[in-house]
Structure formats: structure tokens, C-alpha cells
């Protein structure tokens, strides 16, 4: 697969800090990833690990007291998303990158019917109403798979199934054709045959309309199953970065490997199952040098008070662990 | 939706039945004769207190009175001990004097809370939130009868505005322009004094519910798709933070009946609130009694309405 | 070179003991509530207000008292706020304890400041007493409803329970030897039945009788019609009518007040006793055999307590200005006795030559209820997760 040298949306930096009581949460600790075109790229990691606060970012959803902007730039073809005033920035939500929330019955309004959901933004942004809208919003319902959708345009949330309401949702994300669209856990709050059918929507859509998603996810199954290269975060910063066969074949960051290891396969079975120790940091507390370095098996004194940088291991791969990258180059 | 109107009109009937029984009996067996039917009152001789005893079927047991009570209510006989007019007629007329009291009143409350509250929640902990809420503690903590004589002193003296009773003595010979005006500075300052307490209730509350909306996911949601922000505010948030106040309209219905004393005292204004007191007062009977159960009545319907509307309003209940 | 088994568990002490919560619920509870000033301020004023009370209470009671606020000096009538006393036109005894006037006389001659000192331990028991009966009798109530609510009544119990109210009835107007003979009768059947309950179940009821059995309705539908019928009284006429019929004491102004307001904290502490019966703790407590009353008063109570505390703070506040109006209107306690709503009844006539008769009694009102409205409107912000900023 080519990919073009421009990247559709590119995150360089980015620091995102929270001000408490007495301490500041470093939710975002200086994250750069990016996003190119037609591509399906993963953000993996734990609860708590920033990636939510990062996909927010991307649509300036975070509330800015008590959250602030510590740095970093968001540049979406080209232009930095953080310059951008709050109109300007309202006219790229929904219409060039849309996001889908994890929470399907919350996050849709019980009062409005779905037809009224869905065309709002096609309203605002694409200025069609009337007959064609409605068509539009059919044609929608139909792309995500919602069998009868001339009727369920008149429903409202609460009448649907958990499953239809996510690919409301996605309907509702796809709606202007965005060229991309950012995936907030989409499927954690469904059953697991539901979550099956949803990412394999997800994998169609994206290759139908050629258009990037930025998938997030703590589940490594999925990531498998659809990314084309995977971002690892761990307590605000990217920790190891690839396309998704040198991500599984051979992950070169401890943490990494401990979530591979954690996966139960056929391979372990009857055997005790590996469990990471200890968890992830507070955002407020976290350790000095390598984040990971407390519950890291390799940690050395040196992890205790240098940050590790990116270490390349070719063709797209890189991780942050010197520890390891020695290990390599001297084994060979 | 039948048979919800259906079981909700028994059970209603149920309650004003209990609701009768337990004022009659409240009433009755307090200490204290009426007045007029006192042996020791020196105004009555002893034949008369008799009399006047037989008439109201007072020496038959308590459930006999009760029905002979409610009998009378039923066909309009029902006559107040005092002044032997008959209750519905005075309680009509005194009603008609508490209505401009009531429907100004309810008109300030509900037209000035809801901007208030909204814009609170919308611009939270700016100067106008911090202001607004500060005020409404202000006017919910104040006692009623203090602030209406600062009202009152400062309307008088600063612009020598006649506000005791309904209209100065004397005014309905003067021509008919100034007649109107005399009753709307007699009104105001009574009506904006019960509304105010209203005013600052209700406005905190629609801030609350203003606010806890706009936390929900759904009106991130609306965000996230480019809303502008009068769409997001007005037309997804608020119409959820409405819900609640659609139900308490039906609420109001109460107050018709109502009508606070203190006010009504202050300002010696002849409405239903001082004819209950009066009536307590004297001990009479069947007004108290009337006044009570129209006014039970009248929150038993009051809180029908709001069940239905609130049917009506939510599409997540379908009864 | 992975990491062996071995190294695990001390490394897995060393991190589980850093995630133990720094602070207790106490403690997080009270940084919350710190930041929100007006509420803080409100706290400050409440204290200053109890111990405003309670010195009140000691300084005017008595033969002999420090403030003496009964004692009338007609030719002291009317002085403003810290007028000097005249000492030629008074007795000895007469004259007031500092030599001034500090809020000044009323039309009595009485020293005002004296009267708000003795009206204030008035108005914070009337507060404090009627707030506690209404919760008492609202947590009570809210919680059987709440937590026994799906217990269904039969009709044997509602005719039993009937009658026995009914002979109460009877006692108390003029029926008096039906109504005694009902009640004993009805008690006898109810004693009777509990001590042979055993054998009352491998009886079965004859065919005639099976009606008894039915189940009529549930004490959640009776306790909440309960509720339904005193709020179809309006509130302050209630209390008007029970105050002016009954005795005037400040007891029966207290307990009145108290037993017309508990339906609020009913509902409140039945909405959260409905929602927590579902949580697994409670599953958990009944599972290990956990008594229903230990469950109820360990287990849920704490958690429910939240709104009920907010709706007392708030309570208290509107009681005193219930017992203000009812001063006011000439039922609260009776003269000589001085409550800061009878201070202002008695000043109305002079309301424009002495205005500090209105305005000193009517701003320490305010300025009570203010605080206690404000710490109340805190604890319901520091205690409720919902209204707190989102991240």
C-alpha cells in the first residue's frame, strides 16, 4: 500500500494539562502521531492513558478552565487546529472530522427523533433540507446497515437496540462525509457479537468512502483485526508506533509486549495468565524518566531519570526504549 | 392513556375522600368551640346558642356532621357561622379579588426566571451567575413582612404612591384612565412581593437542571458536530432541562386558592388568604372547611395536569 | 530476557501501595466544601448565631439577668440605637446593663437588644426542634417505604388496622365506650394472631374467607398516599389553623411545624433508598445474613443521608421564618416572651418614627436564614457528583 506524503492530520507535541487543587494532571504529555490519508490507524492503551482526552483535543472539545493547551501544534491539511477561533473551528466539526462516542444511549438526545439528529449537521454544514435531506439521511441509515430506515427515521433513541443506536451514531459521524472520523471506543459499551459487526461496518466504510479513522481502543483484538498501523500510548505519551504486523510480530516496548502477553491465546491455555504489575499512573503523580519504568521488568538506573526517545527500527517502526533498542543492535 | 386518566381520576377521588375526613376531624376535635356556639360567649343567651346548635346539627355525632357538611357543600347551601352569608358566594368574591394578586404574580415568577437561570447556567460562575445567585439567596432568606415594609417605605416616601387596600377611597367617582392606574400601583407592589420569593426558587432551580444538562454526553455530542452554539444551548439542551418545569406548571393551579396571609395582611388586601385566617380566627367552620377542600382539589388536579403533560412532553414515557 | 515469577510479588506490594487513596471521603467531602466561600461564610455565621443563642439563652433568664429584656420603662420609650439611658427618670434597677441602649427601647420601654438576645435561643430551637421531628418522621417513614415498599397488604390486615383506628375514633368524640371496646377488641385479635402465628399458617382459611388474603395494596402505595393527602393541605394554613386553635406554646409551634414539613425528606430518602436496595452491597449484606434494621441503619442510611441532611440545612432555615410570620401574625409565643417576629409585630405601628423596631430584628433574620440557605446549598453542591465541573 502507497501512502501519500502529505498526512491528512498531523499531531505534533501535543501537551494537554488539567490544573486541580494543588497538582496539575498531565493528561497529554507530548504526543505526536498523524494520520493519513485512506488509512485506518489505531490509538491503543489503557484507561487513563490520555487517549480520549487526545481525540477530544482534536475536535476542541476540552473545556478549557480546568483544561489548558500546554503546547504542541494540531495540523490538519495543513492548518493548526489550535489557532483556529471557535467559529472557524465549528465549521470543521462535523463536516471534515467527526467523531463517534463511546456511549451510544447518552451520547444521543432521547427528545429529537433520529431523522432530526442526523440531519442537523447536513443542515448546517451542507445547507440541504427538505426532501433531498431526508433521502440523505435514508440513504445513511441504509450505509450502516439499519434494515426498514424509511422507518426508523421517526423513532427515537431509547426505541432502538443498543447496536442500532452505534450505527445511528456512525451514521451521524458520516453524515457530511468527513475525511476523517474519530472512534472513541465505539464498541466497548456493546455485546460482543454487536462489537464484531460494528468494526467490520467500520473496516467497509472506511475502504468504501476512502476516508481515514482514527480508531481508539483498549481491546489489542480489534486492533489486529482492522488498523494499518498502531499507535501504543501509556500515561500520556506514545510509547511505541507501527504498522500493525511489526506491532504484533515483534513489539519492542515493554509495556507492549506485557499487553501481548496478557492476551489469552490458545497457546497459554492451561497456564497461569501473565497479568502486568502494578497500574497506570496518576496523570498528577507520575514517575520521573520512563514512565513505565516502575512496573518495567528491564528498568534500569538510567530509566529512573532520563526520558527515553523514539527509537527507529525501520520501515515506520519505532519505540521508546533504549534499553531494548541496545539489546537488539547488539544481538542482532 | 384511558386507562391511565381512569385509575389516576379513582385514586384521586380516594385521596380527596381521605383529604375530607382529616380536615373535618382536625377541625372538630381541636380545642375551642365556634365562637357563636361558646356557652360562655356573653353575646348569646342560652336558648340561642341552643338554636343555633340544632341548626348546625352540632349535638349529633361526629359522622352525621360530616355528612350534613358535605351534603350542604354539594348543593351550594353551605353558610359560614359568622356572618351567615352563603361560603361559595364569599369565597367567589374574595377569589376574585386574589386572582390579579395570583396571575400577575405568576407572570413575573415564570417570565423573568427562566432567562435568568438559563443565561447562570450557560455562563457559569461569571459575574452574572455570581450576582443572580447571590440575589436569589438574598430574596429567598428575606422574611416576607420585612421586605414588604422596605417596599413599602421606599415606594411611599420616594414616590408618594398610594399601596394600602385595592384602590383609594374614594377613586371610583374620578375618571375611568385614573381608575385603572390607581389599581395597577395598588396591585404591584403586592403581586412583585409574592413573586419574588417565586422568582428566586424557581430561577435557581432552572439553573440546576440548566446546568446538569448541559454536562450530559448528548450535548457534546451536538458539539462535536459543528452546532453552532445557540443550537447547542437552545435547542439540546434546553429543551431536556425543560422537562421537569413543564410538570410543575400544572402545579401552580394551587396557588389560586392560596394566596399568603402575611401579604394579604400587610397590605389589607380582602383575598382568600385573610378570609381563611379570619375564618380560623372566628373558628368558622364551614369556611375553613370549604376553603381546604377546594384547595385540595385543586393540588389534586394540579398534579393530574402535570402527569399528563409530562406524558405529552417526554417520548420516553408512553403510559 | 522476560521477567521471571519470582520477582512479582514484592514489586507488587511496593506499586499496590501507592494507589491506596490519600484522603478519606471526610476529608474530600470538607476540600470541596472549603472552596465555595458563601458557604463557608454561612457555616461561620450559623456558629456565631448558636453561640449569639445560647449566651441569650443564660444572659436573660433567671430573677435576675445580665440583659434584662421584660423590663418596661415607659419613660423610656421609643430611644434609638445607642441612645444613653436617662439616668434621672430611672430606678436603679431599672437601668439598662451597659448604661446604653444598644438597639434601642421599643414602645415599652424595653431594651431591644435584651428581646433579640432572649428571641434568638426561640428561634433557633424552633428551628432545630421542628427540622428534627420532620426528619425523624421523614426518614422513617421514606425508608419503609423505600426499603419494605414491595410488602404487600392484605386485606385482613387493612380491616384490622381499620377498626382499630376507628375505635380510637370512636374514644375521642363522643362514642366513648364502642371506641374503647373496638380498640380492645381489635388489639386482643392483632396480639392473638402474632403469638399463634405458627399455628395460624397450617390453617387454611375457609372458602368464605379466602377474600381476606387478597393483596390490596403495597405500604410503598400507602405510605405515599399518606403523603399525597398532607400535601393536599396547604402547608401554612395547617399550622396557622393548628397554632391558633391549639394553646399558644412555643412546643406546639415546634411540633406542628415539624409534622407538616417530613414529606419532603420522605420523598428524598425514599427516591435514594429505591435506587441503593438495588446495589450489590446490599445483594452482598442480605447474602451473608445481615438483619433487615442493620442494613437499613448501617448499610443504606449513610449513603442516603446526602439529601436529606441538604433539605434539613435548608429546613431549618424556613422554619424560623415560618416562626417569624406566625410572631408576626400575634401566634407565636406568648407575651412577654420576645421572638424576633413579635419584635417587628409590635414595631409596625412605628415604622416610620422608629424604624430600628423593623429593620434590627428583620436583618438578623435575614441575615440567619441567608446562612443557613447558603451552607445548605453548599452541602448539596460539595455532596452532589453530578453538579461538579467535568474534565
Known sequence: MEYNDHPLISVQDLKIYFQGDFETARAVDGVSFEVRPEEMVCLVGESGCGKTVTALSLLGLISIPPGRIGGGKILFKGENLLDLSESDFQKIRGNHIAMVFQEPLTSLNPVFTIEDQIGEAIKIHKHIDGEPLRERCIQLLQDVGIPSAADRLNDYPHQLSGGQRQRVMIAMALACDPELIIADEPTTALDVTVQAQILLLFRSLQKKRAMSVLYITHDLGVVANIAHRVYVMYAGVIVEHGKTGHIFGKAQHPYTQGLLASLPTRSKRGKRLYSIPGSVPNPALKPTGCPFHPRCPYAIEHCRSQFPELCDYGDGHLARCPVLFRHKQETG | MLSFIGRSFVQKTITLIFVSIVSFLIIHLAPGKPSQVDPLNPKFTPEMVERFRQAFHLDKPLHVQYVYFYRDLFTGRTVSWKDNQSVLAKIWERFLNSLPLFIVGTILTWTLSFPAGIRSAIYRGGLYDRTTTFLSYLLISIPGFFFAYILIILVVTRFQVPVIGMETFGVANAAWPNVIMDRIWHLLLPSVLGATGGIAVLSRYVRSQMLEVEGQDYVRTARAKGLPPDQVHYKHALRNALLPFVTMFGLILPGLIGGSVIIESIFSWPGMGRMAYEAILARDYPVILTVNFFSAVLVLMGTFISDLMYMLVDPRIRL | ?391
Open chain 3, 1 to 391: 530476557m522476560k521477567h521471571t515469577e519470582k520477582d512479582r510479588p514484592a514489586r507488587e506490594t511496593r506499586l499496590e501501595k501507592a494507589l491506596t487513596p490519600k484522603r478519606s471521603r471526610l476529608e474530600e467531602f470538607w476540600v470541596l466544601f472549603r472552596k465555595n466561600r458563601l458557604a463557608i461564610a454561612g457555616l461561620i455565621i450559623f456558629i456565631l448565631f448558636f453561640a449569639t443563642a445560647l449566651a441569650g439563652l443564660f444572659l436573660t433568664s433567671g430573677q435576675n439577668p445580665v440583659f434584662d429584656p421584660a423590663q418596661i420603662r415607659l419613660q423610656e420609650k421609643l430611644r434609638p440605637p445607642m441612645a444613653r439611658a436617662n439616668l434621672d427618670s430611672l430606678h436603679p434597677a431599672e437601668v439598662p446593663r451597659l448604661g446604653i441602649y444598644i438597639f434601642g427601647t421599643d414602645d415599652l420601654g424595653r431594651d431591644v437588644f435584651a428581646r433579640m438576645l432572649q428571641g434568638s435561643w426561640v428561634s433557633l430551637t424552633v428551628g432545630f426542634v421542628a427540622v428534627g421531628i420532620s426528619v425523624f418522621i421523614g426518614i422513617f417513614m421514606g425508608g419503609i417505604a423505600g426499603y419494605f415498599g414491595q410488602v404487600l397488604l392484605k386485606i385482613d390486615h387493612i380491616l384490622v388496622s381499620g377498626l382499630m383506628v376507628a375505635g380510637i375514633a370512636f374514644m375521642v368524640t363522643d362514642w366513648v365506650l364502642p371506641g374503647i371496646l373496638l380498640f380492645i377488641l381489635t388489639a386482643v385479635l392483632i396480639l392473638y394472631t402474632v403469638r399463634l402465628k405458627n399455628i395460624a399458617k397450617n390453617h387454611a382459611r375457609p372458602a368464605e374467607f379466602s377474600f381476606l388474603e387478597i393483596n390490596a395494596f403495597s405500604v410503598d402505595t400507602l405510605i405515599m398516599r399518606i403523603v399525597d393527602i398532607m400535601i393536599c393541605f396547604p402547608s401554612f394554613f395547617l399550622i396557622l389553623t393548628v397554632v391558633a386553635l391549639l394553646p399558644a406554646s412555643i412546643y406546639n409551634i415546634m411540633i406542628v411545624i415539624g409534622l407538616t414539613s417530613w414529606m419532603g425528606a420522605t420523598r428524598f430518602v425514599r427516591a435514594e433508598f429505591l435506587s441503593l436496595r438495588e446495589q450489590d452491597f446490599v445483594a452482598a449484606a442480605r447474602a451473608l445474613g445481615v438483619g433487615n434494621l442493620r442494613i437499613i441503619f448501617r448499610h443504606m442510611m449513610p449513603n442516603a443521608i446526602a439529601p436529606v441532611l441538604v433539605s434539613a440545612t435548608i429546613g431549618i432555615a424556613s422554619a424560623i421564618l415560618t416562626e417569624a410570620g406566625l410572631s408576626f401574625l400575634g401566634f407565636g409565643v406568648p407575651p412577654p416572651h420576645a421572638t424576633w417576629g413579635n419584635i417587628i409585630s409590635d414595631g409596625k405601628r412605628f415604622i416610620f418614627d422608629a424604624p430600628w423596631l423593623t429593620f434590627i430584628p428583620g436583618i438578623s433574620i435575614l441575615i440567619v436564614v441567608l446562612s443557613f440557605n447558603l451552607f445548605g446549598e453548599g452541602l448539596r453542591d460539595a455532596l452532589n457528583p453530578k453538579l461538579r465541573e467535568r474534565h
